[in-house]
């Protein structure tokens, strides 16, 4: 088990890191630059407002489903017939409470314009993720794998157009972004569906009434855990745009947003580490087998760059963002370093949230879900006013570090899992050894030497205190079964 995950680790990495980065430095930052603060800002809020409320287009159908599949894969079929329809019928009940919400918070004619494609762009990526995951449960690990970036391919070869030819006049609009990507979720739909078809047979569409209820029973507690974190995750660029006058809270939002983007590129890889480990946490679950193994060695892998990239951002924050962007620098660098040491929780969350969703412990993370969100919501309402954008990369900072800490302590009680003395002391040596390098590299006259050297000493630190060792990759990748 432990070599398929790190085989198909190693596969889906690859492909991510061939064109995401493209995709939020080539295609997102440049968009950004042309559209300027206060219009990216406003797309950012409204596309985070869509985000909050997408928990009705799933209800905890995807990760449930993924679970289930995984473990009875005989019920494809069966499930694939009334999943569609039923994903169908939420998105009518999403669209409608979605734009009822917009009208009562007061969003004028341009903002649900962009809201409505924003909603259907929701759907789509929904409906997408539902069927990867038929996938993924049935261990198809290399063709999800290619699924995972056609979106981004889509939208990098429409936008690259747009924006770096004469086709648009040498102007680009905020809506053409929006548009761009509404067509490419719409071909990686229907190409995943037809993809899925083949592989569960000739399916009838249809809603039975009986069979979504029940399902939904089973699946409602994940949706909760869905929209729990979503809040605390997103809802803090809605809050900076609410809560602070026009404009300064558009322009406010787009400078988190700017630094934002940098959280979320990373964040997506564990994404796709967790997307990887459900199916395989699963059915190790369900087959009684150690855990243990697959947790330390998905952690390591995980937590290692999470390290990496939050010192390297954090001793770096100034010239990141000067790279990349050519207004806001001083505050959305000093934002970048708040976020970026956020993700080490992140990536606890990916490894033992995931775990703990596997294992259906799922009242215990709606608990610790609630208890985030009021935490993150509380915060945002004491420091926006006061500090803007800053105050909002405070409040996610510590939300993110409560919220892992939180669930690596749930999963350690459930599955008693010890670290040991040695591991933990690796572990702590290796954090030091990166801030200490970060610390050193900054002594270089030349920035971009200091940055990389930086990244490959701390790396090759990893190798010297044996948190991660080649001779054991190898064996897992070629004698394991």
Not at 98 to 104: M, Q
Request: overall charge positive; aromatic content about 12%.
């Amino acid at each position: 088990m432990r070599r398929k995950f790190v085989t198909n680790l190693i596969l889906l990495i690859s492909l991510n890191l061939l064109v995401k980065p493209f995709w939020i430095f080539g295609i997102d930052r440049a968009v950004q630059n042309m559209v300027g603060a206060e219009s990216y800002g406003l797309y950012f809020a409204l596309f985070n407002f869509s985000m909050l409320l997408n928990i009705l287009l799933d209800l905890g159908i995807t990760n449930y489903n993924n679970r289930n599949i995984a473990q009875h894969r005989f019920l494809l079929t069966k499930h694939l017939s009334n999943i569609v329809a039923l994903k169908l019928l939420l998105a009518v009940v999403y669209a409608v409470f979605s734009l009822t919400v917009a009208a009562i918070i007061g969003y004028n004619q341009i903002q649900f314009h962009l809201l409505f494609f924003l909603i259907l762009n929701q759907f789509l990526i929904s409906f997408t993720l539902y069927l990867r995951s038929n996938l993924s449960a049935l261990y198809l690990f290399r063709t999800d794998s290619l699924l995972s970036v056609l979106d981004r391919t889509l939208m990098i070869a429409i936008c690259s157009l747009l924006l770096f030819t004469n086709l648009a006049g040498g102007k680009f609009r905020i809506e053409w972004f929006v548009y761009a990507q509404t067509a490419a979720y719409l071909l990686t739909s229907l190409v995943t569906l037809l993809i899925v078809v083949v592989k569960a047979g000739r399916i009838r569409i249809h809603l039975n009434r009986k069979f979504c209820l029940v399902f939904l029973k089973k699946s409602y507690p994940y949706a909760l855990l869905i929209l729990l974190m979503a809040f605390y995750n997103r809802i803090d660029s809605v809050m900076l745009e609410r809560l602070l006058p026009d404009p300064v809270g558009k322009e406010q939002a787009g400078i988190y947003a700017q630094a934002f983007r940098l959280l979320d590129a990373v964040s997506m890889f564990g994404a796709l580490v967790a997307g990887l480990l459900l199916p395989m946490f699963s059915r190790m679950i369900k087959e009684r087998e150690q855990v243990g193994p697959m947790v330390k060695l998905s952690f390591t892998l995980l937590f290692v760059p999470a390290i990496i990239i939050a010192f390297s951002s954090l001793f770096y924050d100034h010239e990141i963002m000067a790279l990349l962007y050519h207004s806001h620098i001083e505050t959305s660098a000093d934002i970048l370093g708040l976020l970026m040491i956020g993700f080490t929780g992140i990536a606890v969350t990916y490894i033992f949230g995931t775990l703990l969703t596997a294992n259906g412990s799922i009242r215990q993370l709606n608990l610790m879900a609630f208890a985030g969100m009021l935490l993150n919501i509380t915060l945002n309402l004491l420091l926006i006013p006061a500090y803007q954008a800053y105050g909002s990369a405070v409040a996610s900072l510590v939300t993110q570090l409560a919220t892992g800490l939180a669930q690596f302590i749930i999963a350690a009680i459930i599955f008693r899992l010890r670290p040991g003395a040695t591991f933990i002391l690796r572990l702590l040596s290796f954090v030091l050894l990166t801030a200490l390098l970060a610390w050193l590299s900054r002594w270089f006259d030349n920035r971009a030497a200091g940055y990389f050297g930086m990244i490959g000493a701390s790396v090759l630190a990893a190798f010297l205190v044996r948190l991660i060792s080649i001779r054991d990759l190898f064996r897992i990748i070629v004698r394991e079964p």
